[in-house]
């Protein structure tokens, strides 16, 4: 009985915190929208940082992705924003790349930014505190930034592996750590796509379901990890 | 409210605790399609199309037949599946068809 109780003050709970928990989507600029459009194109005033932009090419699944440039400094601004999203669940990162990056993805569109998505194939074993775990794919947000000479280098913000924005190749060398990590493929989509498998489609736009999914993944991911921190920091109870 | 949603999940997991032969369990569910099913010396490997993490079934787990079922023959008609999974070690619990 106490326990129906408990249960039902906290579904009660659940449900107001949902509303309060409603990601702070603005509108998408009109400008941002649209793949390969510079945010300044058609820019009227209102997105606060206009950047410039340059294709990447994505051999792998024959595409080439244009994206913003972002000089290092701004890319670290815009990575610590990202980080710090309450709304997105970068405290449970065992699940939900798919739906970390889709949020980073949006709010990236909110700063007038065209970002892409880094994604690898494979085999992925990653060491955290609760023991091992393994990803059979990863994926993060990806935009260019200048190397010191002036090479545009894909770089991926990816705050469930790194505290800073690091290149395509440092974080594949990350993922491939363990040994027995295996990378069967690698390449980029436009920031549309939702997961791998529609890597070989051209998306021009978001899928409304897919945003909706990935809002809830993140809210309920979100309160996974504060679950499992619970776990970690409740008291032994006295066991038989 | 955070804080007091934190306070009464406490409260709700220690009871779980309890009740639960003292062992505490943390499940996450989800609905995805059966991308791949290999079976090792001590577990079935499971990966899903949508869900990134690799999965396992204990091969000691007095379910590991019918789950087994349930998972090839999804993959086999490319059907979308309700997982119950535990957290954080990744163990398929239950497959709903």
Known sequence: ?240 | MKALMIVVASIFFSSHLEAGNNKPELTDSFTDAVKSVSEEDKALVVTFHRHAAIYKVAKADPKFGEIKAKLEKAQKIDQKIKVVAIIPSMTIKEVKE
Request: aromatic share 10%; proline share 5%; glycine share 4%.
């Open chain 1, 1 to 240: 009985m106490m326990k129906l109780i408990i249960l039902a003050i906290f579904v009660s709970l659940g449900l107001e915190a949902n509303e309060l928990l409603v990601p702070n989507i603005k509108k998408i600029h009109e400008a941002v929208k649209k793949t390969g459009t510079s945010p300044c194109a058609t820019c009227d005033g209102q997105t606060a940082q206009t950047e410039r932009t340059a294709d990447l090419d994505s051999p792998h699944n024959r595409k080439t992705i244009k994206l913003s440039v972002l000089s290092p400094a701004r890319a670290q601004e815009v990575f610590n924003l990202l980080r710090d999203d309450e709304d997105n669940s970068f405290n449970y990162t065992i699940e939900g790349c798919f739906a970390r990056a889709h949020r980073m993805a949006q709010l990236m569109d909110e700063m007038g930014i065209i970002s892409g998505k880094a994604i690898v194939d494979g085999k992925f074993y990653m060491v955290s505190k609760y023991g091992e775990y393994g990803w059979s794919f990863h994926m993060a947000s990806v935009v260019l930034v200048p190397d010191k000479n002036n090479k545009l280098i894909p770089t991926v913000f990816d705050p469930a592996l790194f505290n800073h924005p690091v290149s395509f190749e440092e974080w594949k060398k990350r993922l491939m750590k363990d040994p027995k990590s295996e990378l069967y493929s690698d390449y980029f989509t436009s920031r549309f796509h939702y997961g791998p498998d529609t890597r070989h489609i051209d998306l021009s736009e978001y899928n409304e379901d897919e945003l909706e999914e990935a809002k809830k993944t993140n809210r309920d991911n979100r309160r996974m990890g504060e679950m499992l921190t619970m776990f970690e920091t409740a008291p032994k109870k006295g066991r038989k």
